[in-house]
């Protein structure tokens, strides 16, 4: 005690929590690795099963735009040209649709999907139908027909699609459509 700083020997608070202090940190770089090592994995089945997803939408609409291109009636109206996979953007506004058929007099937007579930419809006229009127103005004085293409509907949404004016075709064959009311 004279003049002399007291300590507890080697393990000392101060040493203690130093200690403390390493091993957490040592912890904390093997859960940040098994962290990377899970998204990774994550990563890779999301790829794996996003990708089948995607897949069926591509075969979907490979079945409707062959059919369709081979015979381009729709609602009983014949068709001179059809496009696959337009996008358009304009300013600011930018949206891309699967299928459209024109002619003279008409123009048929086809939205496809494998499985059509409710938010595509409330998506098809909210926000697609709209769009297509903006980014296609030179359409505007044709008549615009809205459909939903699909392997699946419900009976309640395919009645649903009908009440708000939208066609829906589906696979039987060659191309079935329903029409509305």
């Known amino acids: 005690m004279n ?3 007291q300590t507890d020997g080697p393990n000392s608070a101060h040493e203690r929590i130093d200690a403390l202090l390493e ?8 859960t940040g690795a098994q962290m990377a090592r899970t998204d990774a994995k994550l990563d890779q ?3 794996m099963y996003g990708g089948v997803g995607n897949n ?34 304009h300013a600011g506004l930018e949206d891309e649709f699967d299928l459209v058929l024109i002619n003279g007099r ?7 999907k494998y499985k059509v579930h409710k938010h595509d419809l409330e998506r098809l006229v909210s926000t697609k139908m709209p769009n297509f009127r903006h980014l296609f103005p030179e359409y505007g004085d044709r008549r615009q027909h809205f459909a939903l293409a699909t392997f699946h509907i419900d ?5 649903e699609a009908h009440a708000q004016g939208v066609t829906v075709l589906q696979r ?9 009311g």
């Open 3 to 5: 003049g002399e700083k």
């Open 106 to 112: 008409d123009v048929f937007v086809v939205e496809v």
């Open 45 to 47: 089945l999301a790829k």
């Open 56 to 89: 069926q939408g591509a075969v979907a609409e490979e079945f409707y735009y062959n059919s369709l291109k081979a015979n381009p009636v729709l609602d009983g109206i014949h068709f001179d040209v059809i496009d696959k996979n337009t996008t358009r953007s």
């Open 172 to 180: 039987k064959g060659d191309v079935i459509e329903t029409l509305p």
């Open 155 to 159: 009976d309640t949404l395919k009645a």
């Open 23 to 30: 091993k957490i940190a040592v912890q904390q770089a093997e």
